[in-house]
């Protein structure tokens, strides 16, 4: 058990004699904007106060002036980085010597390096080290929390000399270069995503609320304010950000902590405790925990990511029943990992499955060669996740499978297909499919008990998922009409159904399609005075006209008949212009029009029509909506 429990402050974590490291079996940093976004908040909420950040886990490395984080250590990189980003925003505005407020950056420029590197015998080295990145994730937090020199009263000219190299840059815009298009740093920051991420996102935020825009040059006053916000926030992520700091003997002692915590309410994430379980269930047998290690990077860092916790709860759907976040832990623990023995089996059958889910994510089903990837694709399309242990259920069986199980297998999907896109057009969502679905995949999991009677099983399966489509009333094409339509990925869904149906068997469909709104969901009247006179005539408006004049551009905006799939590259760049200027630039890029798909010679195609009017939207709605219901239901 620990060797000490203190609360700790960030500074008094850092500013040791013992350099932090975390240890190549520590999940990767990854965190996403969400979670900086929670990091941020709770730095400039109640700012003045003290803020308990969590818990911390260390214990003594086998390097001598070393200690390992053993939980803790997306927090600890992420402040570390924060503090980088401060002092280098410090840098970009220092004044000049003969300022009054020169001494104060110095020192203050002093106190933020001191918590980010360590000079030991003229080295520099950080005081936060990884083992478990990629040599280019290493590198990378490398770049961005050492200096790009020493600071001391050298800075100014080292500053002056470098912005020249870079074109009157700042330090900050260099090292968003550095994740660029350096050609030094290029191969480094390019496979160091999250830390670059993070650094980028952390400028988003700080650079407003020190209340500095597109780099000013800043009056005396100006500097002086920038100094007391800079060092207010320093002083808050320093002393104010406090931690519940366990050090222990050893990673062993630690994973009976965890263990320990957790059963006396102390909540830990469930991802850390089920590690921990497994770890614990090795011993100390070091081949077995390498073993464990290795599999656990495997899955949850390479196939599943930031997914791990939406996997777990469906793979459990699978074994036993539908369970909640709050129940995660516990089924792992006396259903999952319940002995030692077959630790490292259950974990490669999770394996296995994480590898189904991450495909079901991705949409990697390969070329549309078949009817079963066809009807993946569709699935995938709808941007849903509740056929998702459908989909891992099919995977699983269809692998060395005889052709006319695949064949049932297909229809189950197309039926899974019809239920989810019905429900979503409809308005009502997928959620409702949350525990049904996992029943029937359970069932098809099931099917292979006997070989004799598993077309039978299948055959029920395809049953229960067309009675449960027989519960909600078909699709219309007044339903494809519809204001409903608002929701782009529901449109989206929708095109994806006429496209798919149209790529060559041999090619992988293009899955990064961006709906694009013809008529714009902001349009001028200069840019659309067509439009405007179909729809009111010409301005100026009274009140009542206005809204009028607006809520039929709206319906017309969200109109079937208005949307096309466009690559992403493309979607931003055409945005609100007008058709006219639109139009060109349409053939730069992929762009898939649902109507040249039902026809190729239609005069209410895209590249045949050189004005887009309310009475085209509507003849390509009807066309569009009548080939819809023909195809989801076929």
């Not at 886990?57 to 503090?83: A, F, K, Y």
């Not at 000219?157 to 009157?168: F, H, L, V």
């Not at 098809?444 to 998922?465: C, G, M, R």
Request: aromatic content about 10%; glycine content about 4%.
């Amino acid at each position: 058990m620990p060797n000490s429990v203190e609360i700790k402050s960030v500074k008094h974590i850092i500013d040791t004699d013992f350099r932090l490291n975390i240890p190549s079996y520590q999940r990767k940093y990854s965190w996403e904007e969400s979670q900086i976004d929670n990091l941020w908040e709770d730095i400039v909420t109640d700012i003045d106060d003290k803020h308990l950040m969590g818990m911390l886990v260390t214990c003594q490395s086998s390097i001598q002036n070393q200690i390992d984080v053993i939980d803790g250590q997306q927090r600890i990189t992420t402040l570390s980085v924060l503090l980088a980003l401060l002092r280098d925003i410090l840098c970009d505005y220092a004044v000049e010597q003969g300022s009054q407020h020169y001494s104060r950056y110095i020192n203050l420029l002093g106190k933020l390096n001191d918590l980010i590197i360590e000079d030991t015998d003229d080295l520099q080295t950080v005081r936060l080290v990884t083992e478990n990145e990629s040599i280019y994730e290493s590198e990378f937090l490398s770049i961005i929390t050492l200096p790009l020199d020493v600071i001391d009263e050298e800075i100014y000219p080292y500053i002056a000399t470098k912005r020249a190299q870079i074109g009157e840059k700042s330090i900050v815009e260099l090292k968003q270069e550095i994740t660029e298009d350096n050609s030094v740093f290029n191969q480094v920051s390019a496979k160091a995503k999250s830390t670059k991420k993070n650094y980028l996102l952390l400028t988003k935020k700080v650079r407003p609320y020190l209340g500095l825009f597109e780099n000013p040059e800043l009056s005396e006053e100006q500097k002086g304010a920038l100094y007391e916000k800079i060092s207010l926030l320093f002083k808050r992520i320093s002393t104010g950000l406090e931690f519940v700091h366990y050090q222990v003997d050893n990673e062993y002692e630690a994973f009976k902590l965890f263990e320990t915590m957790n059963d006396r309410g102390m909540t830990i994430r469930p991802l850390d405790l089920m590690k921990n379980l497994a770890l614990k269930l090795a011993g100390q047998n070091k081949s077995k925990q390498d073993q464990i290690i290795e599999l656990w990077k495997k899955i949850f860092e390479d196939n599943l990511g930031s997914h791990h916790s939406t996997f777990i709860r469906y793979f459990f759907g699978l074994q036993e029943r539908h369970i909640q976040k709050s129940e995660v832990y516990k089924q792992y623990r006396d259903v999952v990992f319940n002995d030692s023995a077959n630790v490292i089996i259950k974990l490669k059958h999770l394996d296995q499955f994480s590898i189904y889910f991450s495909r079901c994510l991705s949409g990697d089903f390969g070329s549309l060669d078949s009817d079963f990837n066809k009807a993946l694709y569709r699935l995938y399309s709808t941007k849903t996740i509740q056929w998702y242990s459908i989909g891992m259920a099919v995977f699983h069986i269809s692998e060395n499978c005889r052709p006319e199980i695949k064949d049932w297998l297909t229809r189950i999907l197309k039926a899974t297909y019809r239920l989810v896109i019905t429900q979503i057009v409809r308005g009502m969502g997928s959620n409702r499919f949350e525990t049904y679905f996992p029943v029937q995949a359970k069932s098809i999991l099931e099917s292979v008990k006997d070989p004799n009677t598993q077309i039978d099983v299948l055959k029920v399966v395809l049953q229960n998922l067309e009675n449960k489509l027989s519960e909600i009333s078909a699709l219309t094409t007044a339903h494809i009409q519809t204001a409903l339509l608002r929701k782009n990925e529901v449109a989206r869904a929708l095109c994806y159904v006429m496209y798919l149906d149209t790529v060559g068997d041999s090619v992988e469909p293009k899955l990064g399609l961006t709906l694009e709104h013809v008529i714009p969901q902001t349009c001028q009247y200069e840019d659309w005075k067509e439009l405007y006179h179909e729809v009111g005539g010409k301005p100026p408006y009274s009140d009542e006209k206005t809204i009028e004049i607006n809520r039929s551009k709206e319906e017309l905006c969200y109109n079937i008949g208005n949307m096309i799939l466009l690559s992403s590259r493309l979607n931003s760049s055409v945005s609100n212009l007008g058709f006219g200027n639109k139009k060109p630039k349409y053939q730069e890029a992929t762009v898939i029009d649902p109507i040249s798909i039902i026809s190729q010679s239609d005069d209410l195609q895209l590249n045949n029509v050189s004005k887009w009017t309310k009475a085209l939207v509507q003849k390509r709605a009807e066309r569009i909506s009548e080939y819809l219901i023909q195809a989801i239901y076929k």
